[in-house]
């Protein structure tokens, strides 16, 4: 892959619209690489998740990536007391005895061994490969590269990354932000692996810049979440803990997979079938996750396994809305039958408000009406509500498979009407619990992550910080890529994360990006965000969770917050692979020293030198965090306040009740060629993240271009499983493709698809949103199949050249 040509050679920084029109085509595109490995294999779906083959797994990429014994040793202090926090998802850690043998998961142990590589991407890595033959490689290569050693900078015109001192970055960030006309025109992008310390620090760096364009990770996977929750409980969190799931006497699973999402979750949920509970399972797709789970620690649980779901509900996409009312219906009529006995009446007069409006809307529907409509049968849906009437220990868990419809903010408040009939909030096994995805995201946001602070956390800086902040609220993801792409934007600052291949519309999205002055990245290891890439681009290598950091010859500690509101210590256990690596803190404060020069009210330096001093303010500015540099270093941390689980304190605007919601359910209409599409991760991937090429619980390997197709519909359209199809989504009247994906048959509900994340990202415009959250609504896509015409790549090229040389 070695290119020869002058590094200096102002050429193939990016596709002009010169060098465009000479491409051959059907070679990968830059934004979206679309080459299969022509080694499908579709074998069966495995029944239960986990066992020997999880654990052979995750040690078979610690030696991929030559860190057998770094990282089996790192293993053993992951998710452990005085250990470091897992850089994967938020599933929380258990508060008492925690496991020596192993505390973590499958996918933990990957995105560990990606952290403990001894492969490097040095400067010399960087002159021997040019950042567009870079680009033309799958994401999954380019993840594989190793660790990042160095800071490079991408000169205007460059065709390579080159070596740049950490002064020189940060005079060339704080040069591009100086000259800007408006801090507004500047962005600051954070994704959820960022600590507590480094996104407090970030944020206020941002408003002593002068904007609350702080859009990050949050906005494209649980800010649904919060939209639904906080005005109806008052806090845009879950209200569960770890130990409520061992007493829950049902447990519902709605739009979330955790055998692949949340692995440790499913030994939450073992024990609470070990306790006599019950989970209802709905979703599109019958997931290994749900259904069983052989628990590697155990030898019975490993040989025998546990079935998970009592009861699997195969609902339509987006025929959720219709399913809960139908519960609800149900419920009712059971409470109408023997009163008292069914609904807690006494919650709903107390604690609640709205209740005989939300009564009245089922004079409306029609149970038969609603089971069509959600596509699960009235017998199941009976069964569904029978095992929740004579049970209030309820708790029910979502993921993007909720928070991604455009409906999205709606159904969480639809769910919480259940608990709310039920009495099922604020007790003991019961409640809320949006199940959070990457590990820090939650902590994000309680650290002031938002590009809508409210006045009152604006009031607590400005008072100790005693500078005026800015009070407009900035832009979230979706606006901050529609103000790239308007030239609104021209400096991108991203903390963390890979945003192109996580974000929607990947051509539109490409084309913002490279409109940037400059972009800059703070990362561990290379991915295509730094390959599609504004006129100018800085990369910024930091420490992994798993890493050493250590500051004036002290080990810092860092904290993060799981997803039930626990923040807890971190401290990393592995010698860094480049001693030229900064922490983010100290990256954030130096890019803030270099900015905005000497502060009298912000000490960058004392920040930039102890985490400690960090904390100390943050206690100052964040309720709940009393006393925190202490709490922290307790064994297992500490909680924070939640009114909601602790107290049945709700929405301070109603009185601190909780308001039962009137949605609406909303009607899908398909053409007789349209489908709709959901997009989904594999087994072998973390958000954007790919550890390899197999979706093992789903019996797909070695492939991901994939659609997953009903037998009737493969049939009806006059198609084979096997066959080579082109994939094309008409929104906006703008023609999206995303071709060669093959057709796997799988059982999935009529008219209905499902695609792999980011691959099928290029289908979701820019525009189709979820209401009020504006988040993408990646889980409601409607999509035309075509079988595969070669000549498409042609017509591809001819698309982004003229994309190219509007530019």
């Given at each position: 892959m070695e290119n020869k040509e002058d590094i200096n050679e102002p050429t193939k920084g990016h596709p002009h619209a010169a060098d465009r029109k000479q491409k051959n085509t059907g070679k990968p595109d830059a934004e979206n690489p679309f080459v299969l490995s022509g080694h499908l294999k579709v074998g069966p779906v495995e029944k239960k998740a986990a066992g020997i083959p999880a654990v052979l797994a995750s040690f078979a990429d610690l030696i991929e990536e030559k860190a057998l014994i770094r990282g089996t040793i790192a293993l053993f202090k992951m998710n452990q007391?005085?250990?470091?926090?897992?850089?994967?998802?938020?599933?929380?850690?258990?508060?008492?005895?925690?496991?020596?043998?192993?505390?973590?998961?499958?996918?933990?142990?990957?995105?560990?061994?990606?952290?403990?590589?001894?492969?490097?991407?040095?400067?010399?890595?960087?002159?021997?490969?040019?950042?567009?033959?870079?680009?033309?490689?799958?994401?999954?290569q380019i993840g594989k590269m190793g660790r990042l050693t160095d800071p490079v900078y991408l000169p205007a015109g460059g065709?390579?990354?080159?070596?740049?001192?950490?002064?020189?970055?940060?005079?060339?960030?704080?040069?591009?932000?100086?000259?800007?006309?408006?801090?507004?025109?500047?962005?600051f992008y954070t994704s959820g692996r960022t600590s507590n310390e480094a996104s407090f620090v970030y944020q206020l760096f941002a408003k002593a810049y002068g904007t609350n364009n702080m859009p990050d990770c949050s906005n494209m996977c649980h800010e649904t979440s919060g939209s639904g929750l906080r005005p109806t409980i008052g806090i845009g969190k879950g209200t569960v803990t770890l130990e409520d799931f061992y007493d829950a006497e049902v447990i519902i699973i709605i739009g979330q997979n955790p055998g692949t999402n949340s692995p440790r979750m499913m030994s939450a949920l073992s024990k609470c079938k070990a306790n006599g509970g019950k989970i209802i399972a709905i979703n599109p797709l019958p997931e290994t996750g749900l259904m069983g789970f052989k628990d590697p620690q155990k030898v019975k649980g490993i040989l025998e396994g546990v079935k998970?779901?009592?009861?699997?509900?195969?609902?339509?996409?987006?025929?959720?809305?219709?399913?809960?009312?139908?519960?609800?219906?149900?419920?009712?009529?059971?409470?109408?039958?023997?009163?008292?006995?069914?609904?807690?009446?006494?919650?709903?007069?107390?604690?609640?408000?709205?209740?005989?409006?939300?009564?009245?809307?089922?004079?409306?529907?029609r149970l038969e009406d609603l089971g069509a409509a959600c596509g699960v049968?009235?017998?199941?849906?009976?069964?569904?509500?029978?095992?929740?009437?004579?049970?209030?220990?309820?708790?029910?868990?979502?993921?993007?498979?909720?928070?991604?419809?455009?409906?999205?903010?709606?159904?969480?408040?639809?769910?919480?009407?259940?608990?709310?009939?039920?009495?099922?909030?604020?007790?003991?096994?019961?409640?809320?619990?949006?199940?959070?995805?990457?590990?820090?995201?939650?902590?994000?946001?309680?650290?002031?992550?938002?590009?809508?602070?409210?006045?009152?956390?604006?009031?607590?800086?400005?008072?100790?910080?005693?500078?005026?902040?800015?009070?407009?609220?900035?832009?979230d993801v979706v606006r901050a890529i529609k103000a790239i792409h308007e030239e609104k934007v021209k400096v991108l600052c991203c903390m963390g994360g890979n945003l192109l291949s996580a974000a929607p519309d990947t051509t539109y999205t490409a084309a913002a990006l490279r409109k940037l002055n400059l972009?800059?990245?703070?990362?561990?290891?290379?991915?295509?965000?730094?390959?599609?890439?504004?006129?100018?681009?800085?990369?910024?290598?930091?420490?992994?969770?798993?890493?050493?950091?250590?500051?004036?010859?002290?080990?810092?500690?860092?904290?993060?917050?799981?997803?039930?509101?626990?923040?807890?210590?971190?401290?990393?256990?592995?010698k860094p692979v480049s001693g030229h690596l900064l922490n983010e803190t100290q990256i954030v404060c130096r890019m803030a020293m270099a900015t905005l020069g000497s502060s009298p009210v912000v000490n960058w330096q004392r920040y930039h030198d102890s985490y400690d001093a960090v904390r100390d303010d943050i206690e100052q500015c964040i309720p709940g965090f009393e006393d925190y540099n202490t709490r922290v270093r307790r064994k297992g941390g500490f909680y924070l306040p939640n009114a909601a689980r602790d107290e049945q304190r709700f929405a301070e605007e109603h009185d601190y009740k909780a308001p039962f919601t009137l949605t609406d359910i909303p009607a899908t209409h398909l053409a007789e060629d349209e489908y709709m599409m959901a997009t989904?991760?594999?087994?072998?991937?973390?958000?954007?993240?790919?550890?390899?090429?197999?979706?093992?619980?789903?019996?797909?390997?070695?492939?991901?271009?994939?659609?997953?197709?009903?037998?009737?519909?493969?049939?009806?359209?006059?198609?084979?499983?096997?066959?080579?199809?082109?994939?094309?989504?008409?929104?906006?009247?703008?023609?999206?493709?995303?071709?060669?994906?093959?057709?796997?048959?799988?059982p999935i509900p009529e008219k209905n698809t499902m695609t792999y994340f980011p691959e099928a990202n290029v289908l979701v415009s820019i525009n189709n949103v979820v209401r009020e959250s504006n988040m993408p609504a990646s889980k409601y896509v409607k999509i035309k199949i075509r079988k595969h015409n070669p000549d498409i790549f042609k017509k591809i090229d001819e698309m982004l050249f003229r994309a190219s040389a509007q530019q």
């Open positions: 007391f005085n250990g470091f926090d897992c850089s994967s998802c938020a599933w929380p850690d258990p508060d008492d005895e925690r496991s020596p043998l192993a505390e973590y998961c499958e996918n933990g142990a990957k995105a560990l061994a990606e952290e403990a590589t001894t492969k490097k991407v040095t400067p010399d890595f960087f002159r021997k490969n040019a950042v567009y033959e870079l680009s033309l490689l799958d994401d999954y065709t390579h990354y080159q070596p740049i001192s950490w002064d020189d970055a940060f005079k060339k960030i704080a040069a591009h932000l100086n000259s800007l006309a408006s801090p507004d025109e500047a962005a998970l779901a009592d009861l699997y509900l195969p609902v339509k996409i987006n025929g959720d809305m219709a399913l809960l009312k139908a519960i609800e219906m149900l419920l009712l009529d059971m409470e109408k039958e023997a009163p008292g006995e069914v609904l807690d009446q006494t919650f709903i007069r107390e604690k609640t408000t709205g209740f005989p409006a939300f009564e009245k809307q089922f004079s409306q529907y049968p009235v017998t199941q849906l009976r069964e569904a509500a029978q095992m929740l009437a004579l049970k209030k220990r309820i708790i029910i868990c979502w993921g993007m498979g909720i928070t991604q419809q455009p409906n999205g903010v709606d159904m969480v408040r639809e769910m919480l009407n259940i608990l709310l009939m039920k009495g099922s909030i604020g007790i003991k096994g019961a409640g809320v619990c949006p199940v959070r995805g990457h590990s820090n995201v939650q902590g994000n946001r309680t650290m002031l992550i938002d590009e809508k602070p409210t006045d009152e956390q604006l009031d607590r800086l400005e008072k100790f910080y005693g500078f005026k902040m800015p009070r407009k609220h900035g832009y972009l800059v990245c703070v990362s561990t290891k290379l991915n295509r965000g730094h390959l599609i890439h504004g006129k100018e681009a800085i990369i910024l290598p930091t420490y992994s969770r798993a890493d050493f950091d250590i500051v004036n010859g002290q080990l810092q500690i860092i904290s993060t917050e799981n997803s039930m509101g626990v923040v807890q210590s971190s401290k990393g256990v592995l989904t991760r594999t087994h072998d991937q973390f958000n954007t993240t790919i550890y390899g090429l197999d979706d093992r619980y789903r019996g797909i390997h070695q492939e991901r271009r994939v659609i997953f197709m009903n037998e009737k519909d493969i049939a009806r359209a006059g198609l084979k499983a096997g066959e080579k199809v082109d994939l094309f989504n008409y929104d906006d009247n703008i023609e999206r493709i995303a071709p060669l994906f093959i057709i796997v048959l799988y």
